[in-house]
């Protein structure tokens, strides 16, 4: 096995691709093809039933309603029910009597049931090959040499750490699917799970970055194009972790970023946790993402708020914290559903723990909010922070509980977590 990472990052770049563009779509069309035949079975026991009552009812003529469409119906009488018209496939339907009819269905039914039994042990077979593929990356990476000393003892200068600069980064808010992968082939150091970190000195600061998501595809294009960028630039040591929550609860921002931190710990451990929300872009090189001696409020002057900080007591948008800052105060509350108060809530752990909180000048805690659709206030959201306060040391990392809805995927730009609540 080649030790160079040059030979090497494109050969983990075709295997995910291989993956994400052929094992998943070929599952993809298994599950559908599957999911058609219940459906076809389901219609075929439904006629079957509607025959047996037929032959107990033994109605002749039969009285019956036909749906026109748009919610209006004509009635009908069939002189004679003692044959049926059985559809046979291809669009060619079959005259029988009932018992034929009865007959022919159950048979049909047997062999759409084989049918569905090799479609689920193909997608079984497909699933294990993704699994293992998905094996396969996390054994590919591990092959990257780790530098345990700066070549030569060269650290990192970070010269957006020393002196300030009115640099700045261009940011498309217009990214397609088609620029963001030119950007990822383009892009020769960032590794797959959208890792990266400088090639020739040694970085002071190793962070993962922890970003709560659902359906927003536009904004975490935006985000992922301009942020590696951003990182780059200040020579950090980092990987960006998207947590997905499945659509059928309520978004819970607060416990996607303690499934991120926890599941990270188990993989790609660091010292330090940044907790970003996707729509918030970050406007100086000189707001180092990096972890401080207490908690940092990265974004404290926002563009919505004329760059001005809106209450004392709030501390979201994008925070830093040591994993020990972070344990200490049991982490984010997992009680928080619909929009607002697990940043105050934040804010009121991390208080009692006495840590305080540390806020950049404005002109270095910048940021720019991407639009979106306002969210719908959670009305019981001032109860939840009441409660809070008397059980905050008992509800949290230590309360914690999920499902993996899948295996940790290792996408080009980022490391995706699914995840049901």
């Known amino acids: 096995m080649t030790d160079d990472p040059n030979q090497l990052l494109p050969k983990i770049q075709q295997c995910e691709t291989f993956v994400n563009e052929v094992l998943k779509n070929k599952l993809k069309?298994?599950?559908?093809?599957?999911?058609?035949?219940?459906?076809?079975?389901?219609?075929?026991?439904?006629?079957?039933?509607?025959?047996?009552?037929l032959n107990e009812l033994d109605v002749n003529p039969l009285k019956t309603k036909v749906d026109l469409g748009?919610?209006?119906?004509?009635?009908?009488?069939?002189?004679?029910?003692?044959?049926?018209?059985?559809?046979?496939?291809?669009?060619?339907?079959?005259?029988?009597t009932r018992a034929e009819a009865c007959?022919?269905?159950?048979?049909?039914?047997?062999?759409?049931?084989?049918?569905?039994?090799?479609?689920?042990?193909?997608?079984?077979?497909?699933?294990?090959?993704?699994?293992?593929?998905?094996?396969?990356?996390?054994?590919?990476?591990?092959?990257i040499p780790e530098r345990s000393q700066p070549i030569n003892g060269n650290f990192c200068f970070h010269r957006y750490e020393r002196q300030l600069s009115l640099e700045g980064?261009?940011?498309?808010?217009?990214?397609?699917?088609?620029?963001?992968?030119?950007?990822t082939n383009s892009s020769k150091n960032i590794t797959i799970g959208g890792a990266s970190k400088p090639v020739d000195c040694f970085s002071k600061y190793r962070v993962?970055?922890?970003?709560?998501?659902?359906?927003?595809?536009e904004q975490l294009r935006v985000f992922l194009h301009y942020l590696h960028r951003y990182l780059q630039l200040q020579e950090i040591d980092y990987r960006i972790i998207v947590v997905e929550q499945s659509p059928e609860m309520q978004f819970n921002r607060g416990k996607l970023f303690n499934i991120g931190f926890v599941e990270s710990q188990k993989r790609f451990p660091s010292d330090c946790y940044i907790f970003h929300d996707v729509d918030l872009i970050p406007l100086s090189l000189n707001n180092i993402y990096a972890c401080t001696k207490m908690p940092r409020h990265l974004s404290s002057a926002v563009d919505t708020f004329d760059y001005e900080l809106p209450y004392c007591g709030i501390f979201g948008g994008a925070v830093a914290m040591t994993t020990q800052h972070f344990q200490s105060i049991n982490g984010f509350s997992n009680l928080f559903y619909g929009w607002g108060g697990e940043d105050d809530d934040l804010y009121f752990r991390v208080s009692q723990a006495e840590l305080g909180v540390v806020r950049f000048e404005k002109n270095v805690a910048k940021y720019?909010?991407?639009?979106?659709?306002?969210?719908?206030p959670n009305p019981n959201r001032f109860v939840t922070m009441k409660k809070n306060k008397i059980i905050h040391a008992a509800e949290g990392l230590n309360s914690l509980n999920y499902t993996m809805l899948s295996e940790i995927e290792l996408k080009s730009l980022y490391t995706l977590m699914r995840v049901h609540l």
């Open 208 to 217: 993962n970055i922890v970003v709560p998501y659902r359906r927003r595809p």
């Open 169 to 183: 980064i261009e940011l498309n808010l217009n990214i397609s699917d088609i620029v963001l992968k030119t950007f």
């Open 103 to 143: 007959s022919f269905i159950t048979k049909k039914v047997d062999q759409i049931s084989e049918r569905v039994k090799a479609l689920e042990e193909e997608a079984s077979h497909i699933n294990a090959d993704i699994k293992m593929m998905i094996a396969t990356l996390g054994q590919l990476q591990s092959y």
């Open 29 to 53: 069309n298994c599950l559908i093809a599957r999911e058609n035949h219940q459906t076809e079975i389901q219609e075929y026991l439904q006629l079957k039933k509607t025959i047996e009552n």
């Open 368 to 376: 720019k909010m991407l639009r979106h659709e306002k969210e719908v």
């Open 70 to 96: 748009c919610g209006f119906f004509v009635q009908a009488e069939v002189p004679d029910v003692s044959t049926i018209l059985v559809s046979i496939g291809y669009g060619f339907f079959l005259e029988l």
